[in-house]
């Protein structure tokens, strides 16, 4: 055998096994996942009244995958906002969950503006992104989160680390990635304020769903 060939040989096995480590280590942090309850996050939340929204259809559920899903509004003097929070485990992160930079654009809507924004909460400051997005003639502001039950991130590739450091350190690697919205008349619209003050209060409830 080649000098070439035995060095192939063994970058193939030594990629096999870490492959194989992964996935037993993702296995076993599947099984100690106590996945959050969604369902339990209130529908009063200070000057907040919320109500359910419509389920997944079949095409979405069949293609975000998550392993629970949550649709809602929230209706305060702020405004009104939407809010859907698709949850994962460890085994469809990176396979199902997907970034709404990356979707958005596939389904038809136009991002003329994205940003990082840091808000209060009373679990602490969290960076969360926002985006102000076009679909026909609607604008929307929007902002989104990737949060687990010990952190809130916002970078793709940072999520993606984080998740697999936590899958190789053997602690639950679970994420739900968070989406929350309200319709805009212009850009600048005082309206757009609502989605900042409606996730400094939900990021805090959503982390005690975990508990």
């Known amino acids: 055998m080649s000098r070439q060939s035995l060095f192939a040989l063994l970058l193939t096995l030594s990629f096999s096994a870490v492959l194989v480590g992964t996935h037993v280590v993702t296995t076993r942090a599947e099984a100690m996942i106590r996945p959050p309850a969604l369902g339990s996050l209130p529908l009063t939340l200070g000057e907040w009244e919320g109500q359910e929204g419509a389920p997944l ?9 998550p392993d629970q899903y949550l649709h809602r509004y929230y209706v305060a003097p702020a405004g009104v906002v939407e809010i859907d929070v698709a949850y994962y ?3 469809r992160v990176g396979a ?4 709404p930079l990356n979707c958005l654009p596939g389904n038809g809507w136009t991002v003329s503006d994205s940003r990082a924004r840091t808000i209060p909460t009373t679990t602490g400051p969290v960076e969360i992104r926002e985006l102000t997005v076009r679909r026909n003639r609607a604008l929307f502001a929007l902002a989104y989160w990737y949060q687990s039950r010990s952190r809130v991130l916002t970078g793709e590739l940072a999520t993606r680390f984080q998740l697999l450091s936590d899958s190789l350190m053997r602690r639950p690697a679970d994420v739900g990635l968070v989406r929350v919205m309200t319709r805009l008349k212009t850009e600048d ?8 003050a409606f996730s400094t209060v939900i990021i805090p409830e959503l982390q005690r ?3």
């Open 96 to 99: 199902s969950m997907h970034s």
């Open 89 to 91: 485990t460890q085994r």
């Open 209 to 211: 769903s975990w508990n």
């Open 189 to 196: 619209a005082p309206e757009r304020a609502a989605v900042a």
């Open 57 to 65: 259809d079949a095409e979405s559920a069949r293609i975000i995958a």
